[in-house]
């Protein structure tokens, strides 16, 4: 994965305000304990096995505090780790790794928790044509990071905002007066200011995606909380003419079944709004 991400500088700023909220008025014990010259040697430790994503991150995060302080990554970012390897090694100034360390550990532990999530996903689908996609259920100003652990992970990524896909929901259609009507007003707002993005039509049941179909100008189609049998005979109705999303409570106990059925995409909201965080530990060397 390439880490041409750290050039935003939206990164720079969550890593600064991070370190702002965990800083206050400064690390005082290790202020009040530690010789400002003291220097140190440390070691990433993974805990669990799982994928490693944030390496670059928690980088980021020391050269912030001490930009002295250097990361040595012992794994790639996005690499299957197994339970107790050091993960990457550093040295520097004393005060400085350890002011840095909770919040290293947090972007590192948090984007290792997404990603590995994500990599169980595209493992149980491995074999059809299903792509693991994500959602904006992302914790409020981590999403840029969050979608990119997504990717480390093996899964792609959905809309980052709402402005770079037209994705007509329950509540547009609602409020447009039905599927058709929504459609039509979607086209010409953005045929009118040349707005060139994909439309996606979330639909309920089949008669919501032949409805969708005849409106025309739609690149996907969106089946939210379709039973099984319902997905293969709308993917059938579809018959290629959009792209196919799954949505709607999919786990790793259903997540086969649904790619099985022959959708494009299936969407997974617990990649990035649940997230159990991956145990890594900081050590420092004595």
Not at 142 to 155: S, T
Not at 248 to 270: H, P, Q
Request: aromatic share 2%; hydrophobic share 45%.
């Amino acid at each position: 994965m390439t880490s041409s991400l750290l050039n935003d500088n939206r990164i720079a700023r969550l890593i600064e305000i991070a370190l702002i909220e965990d800083g206050g008025m400064g690390d005082l014990t290790s202020d009040a304990v530690i010789d400002e010259a003291a220097l140190s040697r440390g070691e990433l430790l993974c805990k669990q096995g799982g994928v490693i994503a944030g390496l670059e991150v928690a980088a980021l995060v020391f050269q912030l505090c001490d930009d002295g302080i250097t990361l040595d990554p012992l794994i790639a970012e996005g690499a299957n780790c197994p339970a107790g390897m050091v993960i990457a090694r550093m040295d520097g100034g004393t005060r400085g790794i350890l002011r840095g360390e909770r919040t290293a550990l947090n972007f590192l532990q948090r984007m290792s928790g997404i990603a590995s999530l994500t990599r169980r996903y595209v493992d149980a689908v491995t074999g059809t044509s299903a792509r693991i996609t994500d959602t904006r259920k992302t914790a409020p100003g981590l999403r840029v990071l969050d979608k990119w652990a997504v990717r480390l992970g093996g899964g792609v990524n959905h809309r980052f905002g709402l402005d770079d896909m037209a994705l007509i929901k329950d509540n547009h259609i609602v409020a447009a007066g039905g599927i058709t009507a929504a459609v039509m007003l979607c086209r010409a707002y953005l045929d009118e200011r040349q707005i060139r993005v994909a439309v996606e039509v979330e639909t309920k049941n089949i008669d919501e995606v032949r409805e969708a179909l005849s409106c025309g100008g739609i690149q996907r189609i969106m089946l939210d909380n379709f039973a099984l049998p319902d997905l293969k005979k709308a993917v059938e109705i579809i018959d290629n003419a959009v792209e196919v999303e799954a949505s709607g409570g999919i786990t790793l106990a259903t997540v086969r079944s649904v790619a099985e059925t022959g959708v494009d995409f299936i969407s997974v909201g617990a990649l990035t709004h649940s997230v159990t965080a991956l145990d890594i530990s900081l050590e420092l060397m004595s």
